[in-house]
């Protein structure tokens, strides 16, 4: 069973830090994806990484798929308050026809 | 608008009693997914389909049951519904397999959800 940790489960920082979430596994991805989530809504797509060493940038936000396509990370430089939210990372398997999800990340921008 | 609609969005059940939690998407999607999410672990996959009438087990199938009869329904049936099914379930929609995503495009969307409480 492919299994994606996130780390940490839970970050509370001042608006202005910097922080970044992991996302590993021992496994190796075709892609990975990170959603982020509202209180009371799905999950939405921010970006979809494919190449090992990839590097995608989101206005402050930046993603990295690692060179051997096991780990992620999301990186946000001067978080806003408006950055709050669940995120989560979710890869897809070589040749399975499924995402399997991280347990995800609440991040809380305190103004 | 594209969207993937859930209903219904709040259900308090006993234990035992059949329900249907129903899902529609207007955008054409061939691939349909249900899931389910608890505190700690994060989404998991309780059935999806592939198109109509091709539908497979995800990562926690027991206890629910799916049919896919035209491409834009997807309903989820809990047969005799369990204290620990209690849970917030999404319905998915993606114009191809997650798995085949490359770029931004091809994103999977995701219904508003389900709160389910069985008592």
């Known amino acids: 069973t492919q299994l994606l940790e996130q780390s940490p489960q839970f970050l509370s920082i001042q608006e202005g830090e910097n922080l970044t979430v992991y996302c590993n596994s021992s496994?190796?991805?075709?892609?990975l994806q990170w959603y982020r989530q509202e209180p009371g809504e799905g999950p939405v797509l921010l970006v979809t990484v494919v190449t090992g060493g990839e590097v995608k940038k989101l206005k402050r936000l930046t993603f990295q798929f690692g060179d051997a396509r096991k780990d992620s990370s999301l990186h946000i430089t001067a978080a806003q308050p408006g950055d709050t939210g669940l995120y989560l990372c979710a890869g897809a398997g070589q040749g399975a026809q499924k995402l399997v999800f991280g347990q995800g990340t609440r991040l809380t921008i305190n103004p | 608008e594209a969207q993937v609609t859930q209903n219904p969005r709040y259900l308090i059940t006993v234990t035992g009693k059949k329900l249907t939690v129903t899902c529609s998407q207007n955008m054409n999607h061939e691939y349909m997914s249900w899931y389910r999410q608890d505190p700690g672990l994060g989404l998991r996959q309780i059935y999806y389909?592939?198109?109509?009438?091709?539908?497979d087990k995800g990562d926690v199938p027991e206890g629910y049951k799916v049919s896919r009869k035209e491409k834009r329904n997807f309903p989820l049936i809990l047969e005799s519904p369990s204290p620990n099914q209690t849970s917030l379930y999404f319905c998915a929609s993606s114009p191809i397999y997650p798995t085949s995503f490359v770029s931004q495009r091809e994103t999977q969307y995701f219904g508003p959800g389900t709160r389910l409480l069985v008592l």
């Open positions: 389909s592939m198109n109509v009438e091709v539908t």
């Open positions: 496994s190796v991805f075709s892609s």
